[in-house]
Structure formats: structure tokens, C-alpha cells
């Protein structure tokens, strides 16, 4: 049964990457046995929910994002007796439980696709497939999002099947009616194990061009917003034809009849120049909760960029805010240095955000990007663009349970990646010590509630270079915040000293109030107004 009471409509996320979060089995990957027994963990920060990625039956050509059956456990991870216990266990301390439903592809070894294959009649449509030109080419010029050519050749069926990701990833055909029911079973088969909402994975690939269009090529500033390395060839292209936004948010209408009502809806945006205009789309009333976009951790949390999405967004809720997760680099490393110092740095400015708030595995830690040579690697994206200098490998690293122990308490084995631990230690370290990056975190969440910044407005006021200014109003009170990126003190027009109430600062400050290089501070509006 799902957890039962009012959820919040604002909710903290914290997303567990299974393989990477504990391991109980002795294998060097983590299980769910594992993530069970990080839940005490995970509650004492004061999250209301979490987002399991996926743990279903897969080849893990693609960390799992390639399912090959999504109504199993894939045995790596356990059983489905271990997930029961799971989301009795994370129940019972009060956190909801989101499914990640991958519904753009399958794997290859999916049964749907052997049946496709064969042409076996209710799957002869279930995938993309289309004629080769008549010079035997692909019908159109699309590129993956990996950077490969979008369609691959199956002589058995002497047609093309679409794959917007990996090969071995066929894109499932929307258009086709038995998908939509295949899917609505899948979201009712774990609806009735009692989770509470569903992450939905690329949620505006969905769609494409029927016809099969060629995409025209991108325009230098398009290029430039398409996330990922220059070098992949997908940001050559403008995806007019092969990622079809507006049927995309329509069908979300659908994936909230599947879901219900009461289900928490989290969707990826993947669309470059009109992200936050997609967004806007896919969260219109009747469809998702919340959606997320790259532009913050791809262009980075500076005032710029918050200026840019704030405009766009133009009031309308939905964007859930986040720096890091499985996909992205570990946003104190990509955007920092690394220590401690900027993971407090980013704490400050992400909890200050209203909206629902998405927080990765470790975040709370301070984990930096693991540096990683050729011979770590496993992920296919980033073992084809070696050596970019940070991948998706490097964000997976496992967690740093407790520093005095082999491989950080993770396991009793070599772990799948290296270990990269945190400057402040594991979470056992952590935990004990007060003005430790967990610590820091567990304050900036708790005023986060005290003051539900989750449903204020924000506003952003005029701030020099390398500096965020920004006023918070949440019901009667009203809250400033201001982020010094800068490597030299910044003393704001109205700094955080008396009569000013700081409630939270994530460096100590220097004199006159001033900020102390890469640090934050949030503080209770004077009487008078004044914010300089």
C-alpha cells in the first residue's frame, strides 16, 4: 500500500543509484538489501521521498536504463521480496518510494522485441520500424543522443529499427495503442506493490516525425544549448523532426490517467534551446507534478542562468531544481572545487529554491566527481567520448559509508568503481561531527521546512559578477539569500549581521558581515526593506 496521508506538494527527492549505494552480497555492486539498510540514513536528513533507478532485469549495457523486463528484480540487485522489505522499510520512516520507468526503449533482449522481430501478430508495431530508402540508407539523417547513427539494420525484418540512445536500445512506438496498454500495466503492476510516484525517463523522447524528416543542421547558438560534448555529433543537428516535444506533453496526460491522482509524477526534459518551455508543457494541469531540466548543472547555478530560467518559466510551478544526479558530473566538482567548502556553497543556494528539490546520492556528503582512467569505465557514453573531462562514471562512484573501514563500508569486495571519499569522511564521520557537509545539510533542509521555502517566490535582485542575489518571500516572512562565487570576500549592500537575523551561513563571515570567498548565506529581511 502506497504511504498513506497528504504528500508534500513541494517534496525533497533524494535519488539512490542501487549499484552504487550499498552492498550486502559480497559482489562489489550494490542491492537493495543494501539501500534498505542506507534508509536510516537517508530519512535522518529530512527528505520526503526517494527515486529508486532502475533495478529491473537488464543486460546493464546502459546502467540499467536498458530493461529487459519491467515487472522483475534483475537478481544482481535481488529479489522482489527485497524490494517489499524496501518499501516497508522506507514506509515506516515516512518516506515515499518513486519507481524510475523507462518507456522511450527497452532493451534488445526484451521479450517484446524477439516477438516484434519475428513480426508475431499484437507486436509487429511495438517498436520503430521503417523501410530503408531505396538506395538501402536510413530513412533519415537522425543521430542518437549517444551520438551514433538513430536507426539500426535488422536483416531478419530487412527494415530499421529507431534507437535515439545505445543499439541496443529500440525506441518503443507510441503511436501504437497496445504500447500505451502495455505500459499502463506496468505502472498498475507496481501501483498495486505500493509505491508512491514514478520518475519517467526521458519523458519528451517519446515522440518523432512520422514521415521521418531529415533534421536540419543546428545553428551555433543551438549547438551550443544541446547538452553533452561538442563532439557528439547529435549536437550537429537541430532535433526538429526526431524528438517531438508537443505530442511528448500530451501523452503525459496519459501517463497521469495511468498513475491516478495521488502518484508523484518526475519528468526528465532533454530539449536544448526550449527546455523550459517544454517543461511548462509537460507539468500543464492533468499531467506531471514536476519536471527537470540540464540548464542549471549544464550552464551553471550563476544569476545569469537563474535569470534566464526564472523569465522563462514566467510563474508557472514544475521545475523541480537539482545539480547532480546519475547523469550529470557531481555539481561540487564541475563547479567547484571539490571540498567541503563549495559543497556547503551549493547546499545554500539549492534549499533556498522553491520547488520540489532533487538531491543525488552522496550530495549530502560532499562526494566530489571520481577521477577515473579509461580501464574504470563501464558507462558506453563515457568510454566513447574519453577523455572529456568528466563523466557520468565519475557521479557513480559508490558511497563512502564510513572512511576507517576497506572500501569505505561499501563492500566486503572490490567495489564495481573506485571509492572516492568525501573530504569530510564517510557518513559515520560525518554524522559525529557537527560542522561536517552532512551536518550542514540536515540545518539547510530543516529551515528549508521551517520557513517552506518549497512554496515561496523568489525574485532576484541586482548583484555584481560572480555573485547571486535574491529575495525569498514565503507568507509573512521574507528571506534574502546571497551567493558569493567569487575567489575574494563580497559584502553585500545590506550583509548579514545585526539587525539582520542570519539563519544560516555557509563559511563564517568576515568583517562588516562580509562573505567569505565561495560561500552563502541566507538572512531575515530588515524592517525597513532595505536589500541594498
Given amino acids: 500500500m502506497a504511504l498513506q496521508g497528504d504528500r508534500p506538494e513541494n517534496p525533497v527527492i533524494y535519488q539512490i543509484y542501487p549499484r552504487s549505494f550499498r552492498d550486502t552480497s559480497g559482489t562489489g555492486e550494490g542491492d537493495l538489501r543494501g539501500v534498505v539498510e542506507g534508509l536510516d540514513h537517508v530519512a535522518s536528513l529530512g527528505v520526503d521521498a526517494i527515486w529508486l533507478s532502475p533495478f529491473f532485469r537488464s543486460p546493464m549495457c546502459d546502467g540499467g536504463y536498458d530493461v529487459a523486463d519491467h515487472c522483475a528484480v534483475d537478481p544482481r540487485f535481488g529479489t522482489m521480496q527485497d524490494f517489499d522489505d524496501l518499501l516497508d522499510r522506507a514506509h515506516a520512516l ?257 534549499c533556498a529554491l522553491p520547488g520540489p528539490l532533487l538531491m543525488f546520492q552522496g550530495e549530502e556528503l560532499g562526494q566530489p566527481q571520481a577521477k577515473l582512467g579509461l580501464d574504470d569505465l563501464h558507462d558506453p557514453y563515457d568510454r566513447m567520448y574519453w577523455p572529456q573531462p568528466m563523466g557520468r562514471d565519475g557521479a557513480r562512484a559508490p558511497m563512502a559509508w564510513d572512511a576507517t573501514l576497506p572500501r569505505c563500508g561499501f563492500s566486503g569486495n572490490r567495489p564495481w568503481l573506485p571509492i572516492h571519499p568525501p573530504e569530510d569522511g564517510g557518513a559515520a564521520q560525518q554524522a559525529e561531527n557537527p560542522g561536517s557537509v552532512l551536518s550542514f545539510y540536515k540545518q539547510a533542509l530543516a529551515l528549508r521546512r521551517a520557513h517552506a521555502l518549497s512554496g515561496g517566490r523568489m525574485s532576484l535582485l541586482d548583484a555584481p559578477d560572480g555573485t547571486i542575489r535574491a529575495r525569498i518571500e514565503t507568507g509573512d516572512a521574507r528571506l534574502l539569500l546571497a551567493v558569493n562565487l567569487r575567489d575574494s570576500d563580497w559584502t553585500p549592500e545590506v550583509a548579514p549581521t545585526a539587525p539582520c537575523a542570519s539563519i544560516l551561513q555557509s563559511a563564517p563571515p568576515g568583517p562588516g558581515g562580509a562573505l567569505a570567498p565561495r560561500s552563502a548565506a541566507w538572512w531575515l529581511e530588515p524592517a525597513d526593506g532595505r536589500t541594498g
Fill in 94 to 350: 515516512g518516506l515515499r518510494v518513486m519507481v524510475d520507468l523507462v518507456l522511450n526503449h527497452t532493451s534488445d533482449t526484451h521479450d517484446w522485441f524477439a516477438r516484434s522481430l519475428a513480426r508475431e501478430e499484437g507486436y509487429e508495431d511495438v517498436y520503430v520500424w521503417a523501410d530503408p530508402k531505396p538506395d538501402g540508407s536510413p530513412p533519415s539523417n537522425w543521430v542518437s543522443f549517444f551520438g551514433h547513427p538513430a536507426w539500426r539494420w535488422h536483416p531478419q525484418r530487412r527494415q530499421y529499427c529507431l534507437t535515439k540512445f545505445l543499439p541496443c536500445q529500440p525506441c518503443l512506438n507510441h503511436y501504437d495503442t497496445r504500447v500505451g496498454q502495455r505500459l499502463g500495466e506496468i505502472t498498475r503492476f507496481w501501483l498495486d506493490r505500493g509505491v508512491d510516484g514514478f520518475r519517467y525517463d526521458a519523458v519528451t523522447s517519446f515522440f518523432h516525425d512520422r514521415a521521418f524528416r531529415d533534421n536540419p543542421a543546428a545553428t551555433d547558438a543551438q549547438a551550443a544549448l544541446i547538452p553533452g560534448p561538442s563532439s557528439n555529433p547529435f549536437t550537429y543537428q537541430s532535433h526538429r523532426h526526431d524528438v517531438m516535444p508537443k505530442d511528448c506533453a500530451a501523452f503525459c496526460t496519459r501517463l497521469r490517467e495511468m498513475a491516478g491522482p495521488a502518484a508523484f509524477l518526475l519528468g526528465e526534459v532533454n530539449n536544448g534551446p526550449r527546455s523550459i518551455e517544454v517543461l511548462r508543457d509537460v507539468t500543464a494541469d492533468g499531467r506531471l507534478d514536476a519536471a527537470y531540466t540540464v540548464d542549471l548543472p549544464e550552464r551553471g547555478p550563476t544569476q545569469e542562468v537563474l535569470a534566464d530560467v526564472l523569465t522563462r518559466l514566467d510563474g508557472d510551478g514544475g521545475l523541480a531544481w537539482w545539480l547532480s544526479c546519475h547523469d550529470q558530473p557531481r555539481h561540487v566538482s564541475a563547479h567547484g572545487d571539490g571540498t567541503a567548502r563549495d559543497a556547503k556553497l551549493f547546499a545554500t543556494l539549492l
